[in-house]
C-alpha cells in the first residue's frame, strides 16, 4: 500500500482501525517529498524530527487505545504565509529570509488542537502576488502533471504538494483566485471560503479584504473535514464572523436534486479554451442528469472584475507591505548611511519585481489626486459586482463557472507580460471582491492531459451546498483516483 | 494616460522604494498597460453607488479596555531573535533625529 496517497478520510479509518501507524504515514510522506520535492520546488522547509516525534506521540495514544483528535497522525502542509510557531514564515520573499514564526497562527492552532501533524511550509508566489508560483524568490514551484509547466498561483506549493502526495493535504490562502487555480492547473480540489469564515491571524497579509485561508485536498470530502477543523469565530481577527461553524461533512451525500445550479453567460465566452469548455459543459449536463435544475444568468459586471482586483488588491497590499522596512525582523540593507536610505534599500533588495510593481501601482491609486478617480471609483465598482451576485442568487442556490480559460500553461511563457498573466483570474476574482464561498473541483483532462477544474461559487456561508455539489459531482466520475505521471 | 518620470519617481519616495533607471521605465510601461485596462472603469456610472470597503457588513470590533498580562520572557526573547540590530529589548536604527 502507498501510503502517501492516502486520503485524509481513509487514513483517519485504517489509523483508527490499525492498519497503519502514524510513523508509516509520515514516514511515506517524507520519503516522498525527499524523492520528488527536487525537482518539483513545492516545499521550502520541512519538519521532518517533530513530525516523526509527534507521530509516535499519536501511535502511543492508539496503542493504549486513547482518544483521537479528528486529524490526529494526519501530515500537513502549510503554506509559507501562515505562521508556525518555531518554524521559517518567507512569504516566498527574501526580505523574510530568516524570519522564524514567533507564534502560530490561528489555523495552526485549530490544526494542532485536531491532531494534525504539521509536515512543512510551502512554496508560493512572493507575498502571494500571483498566478503561477514564477514569482517566488526560491525558485518556480512545477506542476507535477507536467514539469514544463506551472503549477499555478500563488498557492502554488501547496496544490502540488497535494496533487504530487507529498501531504495528505495542505492550507493555502486565496485573494483572487491563489487557491483555486493552481487546484485547477494540479488536479486537486481547492476551497476559498466565505470571507470571514476562517480567521486571518497569523496569515501574512497580501490584502486584507479579499485574503481566505482554505484548504487543498485529494477530494471534497476531506475539504469538508479540513474547513471543519479551521473554520470559526476569533476574537484575534476583527473580521471573522462570530456565526457558529457547523460539521461541513454532515450533509455532504444529499446530492443535488432540486437545487438550482446557475451558469453565468458571461463567463463562455472567448478566450475560453474548447477543452476546458467541453469539460464545463459536460459538468452541467451530469448535474442535470442528477436533478439539478440550470438556470442562465447573467454577471454583467464580469468584465470589470479583473480592473476593480488590481486597484483593490494592490493598495490594499501597498499598505500591508509598508511594515517590511528592515526594523524590528527580516532583511535589512547593511552600510546604509541614514534610516531614509536603510528603508529604500531594504526594501529596494528584498522585494521581487513584482511585488514592487504592485506596491507601485497601489501606491498610486491611493496618492492625493487619483484616489478618488481609481481606489474610490474601484470600490463602486466592487459594489456592483457584488450586485451582480446578490441579484442572480435570487435565481439560483450556486453557481458553476470554469476556474481559468486554459490549463496550465509553460513556465516563463507569461512572465514578461503581467497583464496576460493577471487575465488568468477573470473567472476568480469577481468572487473574492464579493467576499463568496468557491470550491475547484477536477472535472478532467485536455488533449495533453492536463487537469481541467470546475468552479463552484456559493452563496456567503453556504459552503455546505457547494460542497454536495462537488461531492456529487466528484462521486459519479473519476477523477479523484487520478495521479500524475511521477 | 501618461504617467512622466518625475510622478512615478514621487509614488517611489511614498512606498519608500529606491528604483534604478531600468525598474523606472518597467514600472513606467506597466502603469501605462494596467492604467488603460483600469479606466475601462470609468465608463461604469456609479452615481450613487456607495463604496464597498469590506464584503461583510461587520461593526468595528471592540473590546473591554483592560489590562491583561504581557507575554511571557520567552515570547519576547523570539521576537527579538529575528531583530536585524538591538540593545537590550529595543530595536537598534541609524540615528533618525540630528
Known amino acids: ?486 | 494616460m501618461r504617467i512622466t518620470s518625475d510622478e512615478i519617481l514621487h509614488v517611489a519616495a511614498l512606498a519608500r522604494l529606491s528604483l534604478s533607471d531600468e525598474e523606472v521605465t518597467d514600472v513606467s510601461k506597466h502603469f501605462e498597460t494596467m492604467l488603460k485596462y483600469v479606466d475601462k472603469l470609468n465608463g461604469l456610472d456609479t452615481e450613487g453607488v456607495d463604496a464597498m470597503s469590506h464584503p461583510i457588513d461587520l461593526p468595528t470590533a471592540l473590546r473591554e479596555d483592560e489590562v491583561t498580562t504581557s507575554r511571557s520572557e520567552s515570547h519576547i526573547r523570539k521576537i527579538m531573535d529575528n531583530a536585524p540590530n538591538t540593545r537590550q529589548d529595543f530595536f537598534r536604527v541609524p540615528k533618525i533625529v540630528e
Open chain 1, 1 to 486: 500500500m502507498s501510503l502517501h496517497t492516502l486520503t485524509i478520510n481513509e487514513a483517519q479509518t485504517k489509523l483508527r482501525l490499525g492498519e497503519i501507524s502514524a510513523v508509516e504515514l509520515v514516514n511515506a510522506v517524507l520519503t516522498r517529498i525527499d524523492a520528488t520535492n527536487p525537482y518539483l520546488g513545492s516545499y521550502l522547509s520541512t519538519n521532518h524530527d517533530q513530525a516523526l516525534d509527534q507521530a509516535m506521540e499519536v501511535d502511543k495514544v492508539i496503542r493504549e487505545g486513547g482518544d483521537l483528535e479528528a486529524l490526529s497522525g494526519i501530515p500537513v502542509a502549510l503554506k509559507d504565509v501562515i505562521l508556525v510557531e518555531g518554524m521559517q514564515a518567507t512569504a516566498g520573499s527574501k526580505i523574510l529570509q530568516e524570519f522564524i514564526a514567533p507564534y502560530d497562527a490561528t489555523v495552526t492552532e485549530r490544526l494542532k488542537r485536531s491532531g494534525a501533524i504539521i509536515i512543512g511550509k510551502l512554496n508560493c508566489d512572493e507575498f502571494a502576488m500571483g498566478s503561477s508560483n514564477e514569482n517566488s524568490a526560491y525558485g518556480v514551484c512545477r506542476n507535477p502533471w507536467d514539469t514544463e509547466r506551472v503549477a499555478g498561483g500563488s498557492s502554488g506549493g501547496s496544490a502540488v504538494s497535494v496533487a504530487a502526495d507529498q501531504a495528505c493535504a495542505s492550507l493555502g490562502t486565496d485573494t483572487g483566485g491563489s487557491i483555486r487555480l493552481p487546484a485547477a492547473f494540479c488536479g486537486i480540489v481547492g476551497l476559498k471560503p466565505t470571507y470571514g469564515r476562517v480567521s486571518r491571524f497569523g496569515v501574512i497579509a497580501y490584502a486584507s479584504s479579499l485574503d481566505q485561508v482554505g484548504p487543498c485536498t485529494k477530494t471534497v470530502r476531506d475539504s469538508a473535514i479540513l474547513l471543519t477543523a479551521i473554520a470559526g469565530h476569533d476574537t484575534r481577527d476583527s473580521t471573522s464572523v462570530n456565526r457558529p461553524s457547523p460539521d461541513y461533512t454532515q450533509f455532504i451525500d444529499r446530492g443535488v436534486d432540486g437545487l438550482r445550479v446557475g451558469v453565468p453567460r458571461e463567463y463562455f465566452v472567448d478566450g475560453l479554451q474548447e477543452d476546458v469548455k467541453r469539460a464545463i459543459n459536460r459538468a452541467i449536463l451530469q448535474l442535470k442528469g442528477f436533478g439539478a435544475e440550470i438556470v442562465d444568468i447573467s454577471m454583467p459586471h464580469t468584465e470589470y472584475a479583473i480592473a476593480t482586483y488590481y486597484v483593490i488588491a494592490t493598495a490594499e497590499a501597498s499598505s500591508n507591505l509598508a511594515r517590511y522596512d528592515g526594523v524590528r525582523y527580516g532583511y535589512r540593507a547593511k552600510d546604509v548611511k541614514d534610516i531614509a536610505t536603510m528603508y529604500l534599500e531594504t526594501r529596494a533588495n528584498g522585494f521581487g519585481d513584482e511585488v514592487k510593481r504592485r506596491i507601485m501601482l497601489g501606491t498610486f491609486v491611493l496618492s492625493a489626486g487619483y484616489y478618488d478617480a481609481y481606489y474610490l471609483k474601484a470600490q463602486k465598482v466592487r459594489a456592483l459586482v457584488r450586485g451582480d451576485f446578490e441579484e442572480a442568487f435570487k435565481t439560483c442556490d450556486f453557481m458553476l463557472a470554469p476556474v481559468s480559460p486554459t490549463t496550465a500553461f509553460r513556465i516563463g511563457e507569461r512572465i514578461d507580460d503581467p497583464l496576460t498573466m493577471y487575465l488568468s483570474d477573470v473567472y476568480t476574482t469577481a468572487v473574492n471582491l464579493a467576499g463568496l464561498p468557491a470550491l475547484s473541483v477536477p472535472c478532467g483532462f485536455d488533449q495533453q492531459n492536463l487537469p481541467i477544474g470546475l468552479q463552484l461559487i456559493g452563496q456567503p456561508f453556504q459552503e455546505e451546498t457547494i460542497f454536495r455539489a462537488g461531492y456529487t459531482f466528484e462521486r459519479n466520475n473519476d477523477y479523484y483516483e487520478s495521479r500524475p505521471p511521477l
